[in-house]
């Protein structure tokens, strides 16, 4: 079993950045597959980045240029670095993990097995 926390979300004004935590309750190097999905009220999950072993990261247009996802093993903990960010970002964003590599679908939620609570980021004009 894999527990994902998220923490860092908050209520800015666009523009500026903000950083995501996702902690693991296992050595997340065991994790091939780790990425940031969000949702929006009405919306569908959808994924913003994806982290996968022995392959490039992806990241959805919409943020392309302005997120950042890493992670590190030593410290169970994967990241997400949002800049400039603007009211469209504003949605509940998602922890996801998975011990698939995940090639084929990386930015679909039912690659993923494991989920965190989320952590609300609401960006205002």
């Known amino acids: 079993q894999v527990q994902l926390v998220e923490s860092g979300g908050g209520s800015v004004q666009a523009g500026v950045s903000l950083r995501l935590s996702c902690a693991a309750s296992?050595?997340?190097?065991?994790?091939?597959?780790m990425g940031w999905f969000r949702q929006a009220p009405g919306k569908e999950r959808e994924g913003v980045a994806i982290?996968?072993?022995?392959?490039?990261?992806i990241y959805t247009d919409s943020v392309k240029g302005r997120f950042t996802i890493s992670k590190d093993n030593a410290k169970n903990t994967l990241w997400l670095q949002m800049n400039n960010l603007n009211p469209e970002d504003t949605a509940m964003y998602y922890c996801?993990?998975?011990?698939?590599?995940?090639?084929?679908?990386?930015?679909?939620?039912?690659?993923?097995?494991?989920w965190g609570q989320g952590t609300q980021v609401t960006v205002s004009s």
């Open positions: 982290i996968r072993r022995d392959r490039p990261t």
């Open positions: 996801a993990a998975d011990y698939a590599y995940c090639y084929l679908r990386p930015l679909e939620p039912s690659t993923f097995g494991y």
């Open positions: 296992i050595y997340t190097g065991s994790l091939p597959c």
